[in-house]
């Protein structure tokens, strides 16, 4: 089993910015790839962005360059800068780790609110 435990979402401004936080802990496997998704109301969960532990980064497009994923490997932990905040960007965002054999593991959310 793997556990993961986000944290840094809130309520932000138009124009503002967050940073996430995601630790995973339990039988954690390398290589793996850990980052974010997010799922607003009435819509279908989207990837924000992943990152392997060789760090090969993706994003999701609608990023554009306003997030940037980082990992720190030692640590299991999964950091997201969110810059440029827009009201669009209003969602949960989820947590996840995926690993070849062990699986697909998701954390229980945090919920971002942007306000214009």
């Known amino acids: 089993q793997v556990q993961l435990v986000e944290s840094g979402g809130g309520l932000v401004q138009a124009g503002g910015s967050l940073r996430l936080s995601c630790s995973a802990s339990?039988?954690?496997?390398?290589?793996?790839?850990m980052g974010w998704y997010r799922q607003a109301p009435g819509k279908q969960r989207e990837l924000v962005a992943t990152m392997h532990s060789f760090g090969t980064s993706r994003y999701g497009d609608f990023v554009k360059g306003r997030f940037t994923i980082s990992r720190d490997t030692a640590k299991n932990t999964v950091y997201l800068q969110m810059n440029s905040l827009k009201p669009e960007d209003t969602a949960v965002y989820y947590c996840?780790?995926?690993?070849?054999?062990?699986?697909?593991?998701w954390g229980q959310g945090t919920q971002i609110t942007v306000s214009s």
């Open positions: 996840n780790y995926e690993h070849l054999v062990r699986g697909n593991y």
């Open positions: 339990g039988n954690i496997l390398s290589p793996n790839t």
